[in-house]
């Protein structure tokens, strides 16, 4: 069964400090492996896209990687700001254009 | 223009109401989407585009209705809705179905009362 785990399912750290959010994926065949940020209430922003052969990709203070061998995928971010309190999502497309969602980590920023 | 712009942002419904949702993208791409996102969930899909036909209906009741006038719009058309429809109905576009990478809308949050 295709399916994506993502923990923590929440997270809680200060303002300034790095964190790293998991994402565990057990789909096949395996396409490519995206990052997003929502805000309550608002859409999903991009935020890395990896394929098959691709181990790190960053976007500014965020750092996503990706194993294809453990099906594993980080995402770290680093310096945090209070704006990066959002859920942060990881999606995971097959070879067959079907999508599979996590359920998110929700990210609190506290001063 | 790289945005997927939906509209209203807000809607509040009755039950026995007709509404319709609007998403419109600039961006050439040819497959949209529409998802349902309820609060600290995941978005669902619900409805796929491919170049303006209908590839994939999630078996979603028929009181939503999905319209791709053209490659730039995408319409869904509400009717008689039960209040746990609630939810922020999300818009998405790529390049084609499958391709890398979606743009999202911001969002309508729709209320059904």
């Known amino acids: 069964k295709n399916q994506v785990e993502q923990s923590p399912q929440s997270l809680i750290i200060l303002e300034g400090k790095n964190c790293t959010l998991q994402?565990?994926?057990?789909?096949?065949?395996?396409?490519?492996l995206r990052w997003y940020k929502q805000d309550t209430g608002r859409g999903p922003v991009s935020l890395t896209i990896?394929?098959?052969?691709?181990n790190t990709k960053s976007n500014g203070r965020y750092t996503a990687t990706l194993d294809a061998d453990t099906k594993q995928s980080s995402l770290h971010i680093t310096a945090s700001q209070l704006s990066d309190s959002a859920s942060y999502i990881c999606?995971?497309?097959?070879?067959?254009?079907?999508?599979?969602f996590g359920a998110g980590t929700r990210l609190f920023v506290k001063a | 223009d790289t945005e997927v712009t939906q509209t209203p942002k807000h809607l509040v419904m009755g039950m026995t109401n007709k509404k319709s949702l609007k998403c419109e993208q600039h961006?050439?791409?040819?497959?949209m989407y529409w998802y349902k996102q309820k609060a600290k969930k995941p978005p669902e899909l619900m409805f796929v585009?491919?170049?303006?036909?209908?590839?994939i209906n999630e078996s979603v009741p028929s009181r939503f209705s999905p319209e791709c006038p053209n490659s730039s719009l995408l319409n869904l058309h509400l009717h008689a809705l039960q209040p746990e429809d609630s939810a922020l109905y999300l818009c998405?576009?790529?390049?084609?179905?499958?391709?890398?990478?979606?743009?999202f809308g911001s969002g309508t949050r729709l209320t059904v009362v």
């Open positions: 999606v995971v497309t097959t070879g067959g254009f079907k999508t599979i």
């Open positions: 990896m394929t098959f052969s691709e």
């Open positions: 585009y491919s170049y303006e036909k209908l590839s």
């Open positions: 994402c565990n994926y057990t789909v096949s065949p395996f396409s490519n």
């Open positions: 961006m050439g791409h040819r497959a």
């Open positions: 998405a576009s790529s390049h084609t179905q499958g391709d890398y990478g979606y743009t």
